[in-house]
């Protein structure tokens, strides 16, 4: 029995199979918690194991300096994920989620990559920005805080609560991780959706996503805001794709552990 790891980058976000068939692994948003994920990725097969990213500065990690460089968290994930069994995996992102999983989907390297890769309300790379000359500007951090709801220079904020500290310096990742991924191109199966009505990234950005790989690429609108995961309909719709992934890469437990189909159509 191998189970899932508990502390560190990577913990089990329901219990551990005895024997998984599969891996997702989750990739939050930014200032988010990777077990708010278990509520729509709950109906997922049983054998399939269901792991969630932790940044340092939350959690169990909340003593430690938040990260602050997309290649620590590329470090960081690859070596927990290299003391796993080795199992199909997909790499699952939400918005900030969706930059640090093609990251590390990237990264060269001996450790095990996923087969797939699932994103959904992530802006594709630095070019999808709407000012890109001004994103890595002090004005350009202070512009994505205002969208967040935080203020200027909320890095050095001391007012801050932890909880809007650490939604800062996610942001302030989200930047770099902008640029990082500027020239990624998997050679996985990559599935990106998004909301028809994300004020934070616009559904005409999603075709963006197409040129980060070299293999099937499939893009998907669905119905709802940029945290359109955790509705009902949205969840449904995130179950399907990812079920879809799972069986790209050999899983095909999905029809005998009871999946439910989808109780809304989305735009595709």
């Known amino acids: 029995m191998f189970p899932s790891p508990t502390t ?23 200032g988010g918690d990777a077990q708010r994920y278990l509520t729509p990725l709950s109906r997922l097969p049983g054998d399939v194991d ?17 990260a602050e460089s997309v290649a620590d968290v590329v470090r960081g994930v690859r070596g927990t994920l290299r003391r796993l069994p080795t199992v199909p995996t997909v790499f699952y992102g939400h918005s900030m989620g969706a930059l ?6 990237d990264a060269p390297g001996a450790a095990p990559h996923p087969g ?16 890109p000359e001004r994103l890595h500007t002090a004005d350009g951090l202070d512009e994505i805080f205002a ?15 932890p909880r809007a500290r650490a939604l800062a310096h996610d942001l302030a990742l989200t930047r770099r991780a ?31 996503w197409a040129a980060f790989t070299r293999a099937a690429h499939r893009g998907r609108l669905v119905d709802g805001g940029h945290f359109f995961p955790f509705s009902p309909t949205g969840a449904d719709v995130l179950l399907e ?28």
């Open 147 to 161: 969208l967040h709801g935080l203020p200027a220079g909320a890095l050095d904020d001391p007012s801050l609560d």
């Open 178 to 208: 902008l640029r990082a991924v500027r020239d990624v191109c998997l050679g996985v199966p990559l599935t990106a959706l998004a909301g028809t009505d994300d004020p934070l990234v616009p559904g005409d950005t999603l075709s963006g």
């Open 50 to 66: 269901l792991l969630g990213i932790t940044l340092p500065g939350r959690a169990e990690r909340a003593a430690e300096p938040p």
């Open 8 to 30: 560190g980058w990577i913990s089990g976000l329901r219990t551990a199979h005895p024997a998984p068939a599969a891996r997702v692994v989750v990739f939050p948003h930014a």
């Open 116 to 131: 797939a890769v699932v994103v959904s309300c992530g802006l594709p790379g630095e070019r999808a920005y709407p000012h």
């Open 100 to 105: 640090l999983a093609v990251a590390v989907a």
């Open 241 to 268: 794709e990812l079920t879809a992934a799972l069986r790209a890469v050999g899983h095909d437990a999905g029809v005998r552990a009871g999946v439910t189909a989808p109780r809304t159509a989305a735009r595709g």
